[in-house]
């Protein structure tokens, strides 16, 4: 069956060939010839589809092929082929969750879709006694937890929203607010196999071939395709108390949310287990995408609370416990509670289970895709900005650039720079301790697309101006320099490395880092 697919296929090709003036770009017949046991997909709508991303704020949509691997060896297969002469651009795709076209591919190449769909080879798989999961590069991080809690197991480290891949997620850093005291999803990793630029596959870890290990962890997927991780687990909670509570005052919610990350490390008895937070510039909590938090049985009114300056800032910790576990959960609590200084009324709590409170953002997805407001344009701008100078931001941006309009979410919340493996890709501010600044806006028009992107390059403007030193999370440039700048001392590795792993720089091209050319 597999070669009447090929055979029809090059038959389609050499159709195309004869009727398009020899115009056909000699991968595709390339990519058909390699002998994949998966798919390879030309279909118009199969390009149009991965050239979209949940940005949505390009579609360019150069890749001439998309490929549905069967198992890791199709990976070699076509990277092995993109990197003969003449070599042709090839990027994996996880759950296509960028915003700027990361997962696409420039220059005509291919794109490797890495879900797993329905293929059982490529399953979780549960080490119970060793307590790590190996899990296959595209699987979402919401399977990973659903096959860990089989076992009363789950990974430390999270990000807010499960529906991302493990290969995407680790290829940027991966955090959430438990990232203070487990720290990125980057440092819960044991092992990696990678299909390299010259499409060898190695294994690799901090002991075995570490450099690649470490390049690839925050490496914008400039050095391989992560075919399997090894991921930490610990013993899962089945419950999780959720609180928010709300400040007037940037500097005393700033303090408390430092205090708070200070206690990483501690027993888990003396600290939350997730600190997280957000600033509400608007008619805020009736817009945010994460409001359902607050009910109408609320004892307080969020409207009630004198703002000053139109900014509240709100506080999310959360505590893990064990069914039956209720009280001392409580007594912990407020323990820490009472060395904190919110808004005494403000203080809101739930309870619910481990999985609803990780997939949390999943729910408000599916509500936002029943008002058709999910699949439209998502001008992001995610920042890690120095402590030091985090005030200065406040002022600036919270309550200067933003106005009254931030059409999404603004999370804030600080970690620490020890628990980052400074070996990693990954690229922090030069202090100790930052924030994640994330403005998550969404555009449902041209006109607030507009509004929104200017606002992101002025909220840039102004922290270059300022002397602010922010680094870019998932970052996007344009050029070589601002590339350079925003790795700082990381960058001779970072380029000796993709020398090394990916010569002929055919990996990953919708990052525009390095120039591909065929
Ligand atoms: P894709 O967009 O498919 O790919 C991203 C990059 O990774 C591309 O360069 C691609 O080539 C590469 N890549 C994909 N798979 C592999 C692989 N197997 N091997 C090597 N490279 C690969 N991030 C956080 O850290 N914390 C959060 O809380 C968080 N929340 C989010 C919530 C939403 C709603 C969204 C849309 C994004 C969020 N993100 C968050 C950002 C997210 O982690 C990144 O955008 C991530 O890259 C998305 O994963 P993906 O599988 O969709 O990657």
Redesign the pocket.
Same mark, same amino acid.
């Given at each position: 069956k597999k070669n009447l697919v090929i055979i029809l296929l090059s038959f389609a090709i050499s159709r195309l060939i004869l009727t398009e003036e020899l115009t056909v770009d000699p991968t595709l017949t390339e990519i058909l010839h390699v002998g994949l046991e998966g798919e390879v997909k030309l279909e118009a709508s199969e390009l149009e589809a991965v050239s979209l991303?949940?940005g949505r704020l390009s579609s360019k949509g150069e890749a001439l092929a998309v490929v549905r691997p069967a198992s890791a060896d199709d990976v070699v297969r076509v990277v092995k082929a993109a990197y003969n002469r003449p070599p042709f651009a090839v990027?994996?795709?996880?759950? /296509?969750? %960028?915003?700027n076209g990361?997962?696409d591919t420039r220059m005509k190449g291919v794109v490797i879709e890495?879900g797993r769909g329905s293929r059982v080879n490529f399953l979780p798989r549960v080490y119970e006694n060793e307590m790590y999961v190996d899990v296959w590069?595209?699987e979402l991080w919401i399977h990973v937890l659903k096959a860990t809690l089989e076992y009363g197991l789950a990974p430390m480290s999270w990000?807010?929203?499960l529906y991302?891949?493990?290969?995407?997620?680790l290829?940027?850093? /991966?955090? %959430?607010g438990q990232t203070f005291n487990h720290g990125?999803q980057i440092s819960n990793v044991f092992e990696l196999d990678v299909v390299t630029g010259k499409g060898e596959v190695l294994t690799c870890s901090e002991h075995h071939n570490s450099d690649l290990f470490h390049a690839v962890l925050g490496g914008?997927?400039q050095f391989?395709?992560?075919?399997r991780a090894r991921i930490a687990l610990q013993p899962a909670p089945q419950r999780v108390r959720w609180i928010r509570i709300l400040y007037s005052d940037f500097s005393t919610f700033s303090k408390d949310q430092e205090f708070l990350i200070s206690l990483h490390g501690k027993p888990a008895r003396q600290r939350f287990d997730y600190v997280e937070g957000f600033v509400i510039v608007d008619d805020g909590l009736v817009n945010n995408w994460r409001s359902s938090f607050f009910s109408s049985s609320n004892p307080v009114k969020i409207s009630s609370i004198n703002a000053e300056g139109g900014v509240l800032y709100c506080l999310e910790i959360t505590k893990n416990y064990h069914q039956g576990n209720d009280d001392s959960a409580d007594e912990e609590i407020q323990a820490l509670l009472k060395k904190l200084n919110f808004i005494e009324t403000s203080l809101f709590t739930t309870d619910v289970g481990y999985v609803d409170f990780l997939d949390r953002?999943h729910k408000a997805?599916v509500k936002l895709r029943y008002k058709g407001l999910w699949d439209v344009a998502?001008p992001w701008l995610n920042l890690f900005v120095p402590k030091s100078r985090i005030e200065d931001f406040d002022k600036g941006v919270f309550k200067g650039i933003l106005g009254n309009k931030t059409s999404g979410p603004i999370l804030i919340y600080p970690m620490n720079k020890n628990k980052w493996d400074h070996r990693s890709s990954a690229v922090t501010p030069d202090e100790e301790v930052f924030y994640l600044v994330a403005f998550l806006r969404s555009a449902v028009d041209a006109e607030t697309l507009e509004y929104l992107s200017n606002q992101n390059r002025q909220i840039l403007r102004f922290c270059h101006d300022s002397k602010i030193k922010v680094k870019q999370?998932?970052p996007h440039y344009t050029t070589l320099e601002e590339w350079k700048d925003h790795f700082g001392d990381k960058w001779t590795q970072f380029n000796a490395m993709k020398m090394q792993f990916d010569p002929q720089r055919i990996l990953?091209t919708?990052?525009r880092i390095f120039d591909f050319e065929p």
């Open positions: 991303d949940f990027s994996a795709r996880g759950h /296509g969750h %960028s915003i990361q997962a890495m590069g595209g990000t807010d929203y991302l891949s493990v290969g995407g997620t290829s940027n850093a /991966g955090i %959430s990125p914008l997927a391989g395709i992560i075919t953002v997805e998502h999370y998932l990953a919708g990052q």
